[in-house]
């Protein structure tokens, strides 16, 4: 792999359902860990113009020709707000990965569709769609699905990514601004 590539992590603030809109934040990072720089934007709380948010944010980055690889912190913004990464790849021409630390637990995302979105079907299709595989780590494995690139690319931009602990830096770090975009401070919880 060519050294000091460039990646995109993005993760949502914490929210409550009280809340009409959800901050997004984008860290560009030259891996492994030169924060080059950051990105801002808001979706609505279980809406559905996640995609559209995101391709907007990243289109218009100066940043966005350097970029090998789009990493979300999971499939979904804001409660609901779900994510289509093989749509916004093609919106972006980038690659996109969704990674979490756990395997989701698609009964139980089911339910919560089913009980609150007329459009729950359409919802639980794109957060199902994408097969998800493992990236091993030091620590335990990640959980990643794909839409742009091969899993092992994936795995090993992800991979080089780390810093420490198991999560990518560029989603940690993101992370800890979004956190405290809405609470004040962070903490070490990413």
Do not use: C
Not at 164 to 186: M, N, T
Request: aromatic share 4%; proline share 5%.
């Amino acid at each position: 792999m060519k050294p000091h590539v460039r990646v995109l992590g993005i993760d949502d603030s914490p929210f409550s359902f009280s809340n009409s809109k959800v901050a997004v934040i984008g860290v560009v990072m030259r891996l492994p860990n030169y924060v080059e720089g950051i990105m801002h934007s808001r979706v609505t709380t279980d809406g559905d113009d996640g995609n559209r948010v995101l391709a907007k944010m990243i289109n218009s980055s100066r940043y966005r020709e350097q970029l090998r690889l789009v990493m979300l912190d999971g499939v979904a913004m804001g409660g609901f707000n779900v994510i289509d990464i093989e749509a916004l790849s093609e919106e972006t021409g980038l690659p996109i990965t969704s990674v979490t630390r756990d395997p989701p637990d698609f009964k139980m995302m089911e339910e919560a569709l089913r009980g609150h979105f007329p459009d729950w079907e359409r919802r639980l299709r794109i957060i199902t769609r994408a097969q998800l595989f493992e990236v091993g780590t030091d620590h335990k494995p990640l959980h990643v699905a794909v839409a742009g690139i091969d899993e092992d690319e994936a795995a090993d931009l992800i991979r080089s990514s780390i810093v420490r602990g198991a999560l990518p830096e560029p989603i940690r770090i993101a992370h800890l601004i979004a956190r405290a975009v809405e609470k004040g401070e962070s903490k070490g919880d990413a």
